[in-house]
Antibody, heavy 120, light 109 residues
C-alpha cells in the first residue's frame, strides 16, 4: 500500500523559511516522479512543484519559482520542499503526491497534507 | 499560462446523472485528470488520461474530452459522491507545470 506522510509544517514568520518532508513507502520511490500541491484555506488546489524520478528535472509554478526548491533523497525515500521568503499567500495545506514514471502523469496517490501558516 | 474553467457548483438528485465540465483552449489535445476531494480529506484520483478509471473507482464515474471541453460524468449519483471535483492537465508549452481547474462543488439534493 502506498503511503505518503508529510511533516515539517507549522507556523512561520513572513520572510522566513520552512522545509517540508514527505516520507514515502509501499512503492519503489526511485521509479516515480513526485509533486507538491497546495490548498489555501477555503480555496482550490494549486500545483506547486514537481521532480523527475531521477531528480535531474525540477519544475515550479510561477508563484513559487526562485523561492521554493524541491528535492528528493532516494536513500531515505523522502521528498522535500524548501520554502524561503514566505509570505501570507503561502499559507496552505501542502500535499505531496506520487506521479508516474515522468512528471507529466496523473497524481495517483496523495499524502494527508500538512498545514503551513505564515503569520507574524 | 493555461487556464481551466469549471462551474463553481453542480446539483443533482440521488440516482440521477451529474456532469461536471472543464473548459480550456483546445483541451481535447491534452490528457485530463479528475480528482475528488471530500471535506478534510486529501484529493483522490477518479479519472486519468481523459477516461481511465483507476482501480477501486466505481464504473459510475466516466470521463470524456474533446474540443475545448472535458467532462466528468457521474451516473446514478449517491450521497457519498458529494464532494469537490477538480480537473487537471499538464501544460508542457515551454516548461512542465501542473494546472488545476478552480473546482466544482457537487451537491446531492
Amino acid at each position: 500500500e502506498v503511503q505518503l506522510v508529510e511533516s515539517g509544517g507549522g507556523l512561520a514568520q513572513p520572510g522566513g523559511s520552512v522545509r517540508l518532508s514527505c516520507a514515502a513507502s509501499g512503492f519503489i520511490f526511485t521509479t516515480y516522479a513526485m509533486s507538491w500541491v497546495r490548498q489555501a484555506p477555503g480555496k482550490g488546489l494549486e500545483w506547486v512543484s514537481g521532480i523527475s524520478n531521477s531528480g535531474a528535472a525540477t519544475h515550479y509554478a510561477d508563484s513559487v519559482k526562485g523561492r521554493f526548491t524541491i528535492s528528493r533523497d532516494d536513500s531515505k525515500n523522502t521528498l522535500y520542499l524548501q520554502m524561503n521568503s514566505l509570505s501570507a499567500e503561502d499559507t496552505a495545506v501542502y500535499y505531496c503526491a506520487k506521479g508516474g514514471a515522468v512528471i507529466v502523469t496523473p497524481l495517483d496517490s496523495w499524502g494527508q497534507g500538512i498545514l503551513v501558516t505564515v503569520s507574524p | 499560462s493555461y487556464v481551466l474553467t469549471q462551474p463553481p457548483s453542480v446539483s443533482v438528485a440521488p440516482g440521477k446523472t451529474a456532469e461536471i465540465t472543464c473548459g480550456g483552449n483546445n483541451i481535447g489535445s491534452k490528457s485530463v485528470q479528475w480528482y475528488q476531494q471530500k471535506p478534510g480529506q486529501a484529493p483522490v484520483l477518479v479519472i486519468s488520461y481523459d477516461s481511465d478509471r483507476p482501480s477501486g473507482i466505481p464504473e459510475r464515474f466516466s470521463g470524456s474530452n474533446s474540443g475545448n471541453t472535458a467532462t466528468l460524468t457521474i451516473s446514478r449519483v449517491e450521497g457519498g459522491d458529494e464532494a469537490d471535483y477538480y480537473c487537471q492537465v499538464w501544460d508542457i508549452n515551454g516548461d512542465r507545470r501542473g494546472v488545476f481547474g478552480g473546482g466544482t462543488k457537487l451537491t446531492v439534493l
